[in-house]
């Protein structure tokens, strides 16, 4: 019997942080249940099951930056499950496993990389994922919106980051 093979949608956007060094960022991106701190776009974010920052976590997360698929719900939703988390290479990768804004199979890591290019003490973070195309929408928009997201999610970890280092937590 032969399968179908379906396309998949991938797609990596980065961000640099220059007043970050890795280990300052690395525990704000495993923070998994306390996306909606660094996400400004993100108003909603909680855990449902689990242990913050444990793989088989879930998390639950609401906003309104990707249209839901069901008219009848203003609010876009998914429920995202944190499938591993590597804290020598700086990494978290997790899934949805359930949404209304018409993911399948939507899979994402969440990285911290050196950033040696310049010897500063910046570091970036790279958000690669994988998903099903979805009926509608446009790839490159996709990729547009988490780029600017990621670029948000930087700045934010930037101004948390110099707090703590300030003392002003």
Not at 4 to 13: A, C, M, N, P, Y
Not at 36 to 48: D, I, M, Q
């Amino acid at each position: 019997m032969a399968e179908e093979s379906v396309q998949r949608w991938k797609g990596t956007v980065s961000t640099k942080l220059e007043k970050a060094r890795e280990e300052q960022a690395w525990p704000l991106v495993k923070d998994f249940f306390n996306l909606h701190k660094r996400y400004p776009t993100l108003p909603t974010c909680y855990g449902v099951h689990g242990t913050n920052g444990e793989p088989g976590c879930i998390r639950y997360c609401a906003g309104s930056t990707i249209p839901s698929n069901d008219v009848s719900e203003s609010v876009s939703w998914s429920k995202e499950r944190l499938v591993a988390v590597d804290d020598a290479d700086r990494s978290i990768k997790y899934e949805i496993v359930e949404s209304n804004i018409g993911f399948k199979s939507y899979e994402a890591t969440m990285k911290i990389i050196e950033s040696s290019d310049d010897g500063s003490n910046g570091c970036v973070i790279e958000w690669s994922f994988e998903v099903e195309p979805v009926e509608g929408w446009v790839f490159e928009d996709l990729l547009r919106k988490y780029h600017k997201g990621l670029q948000l999610m930087g700045t934010k970890m930037e101004e948390e980051i110099a707090t703590m280092v300030n003392g002003d937590c």
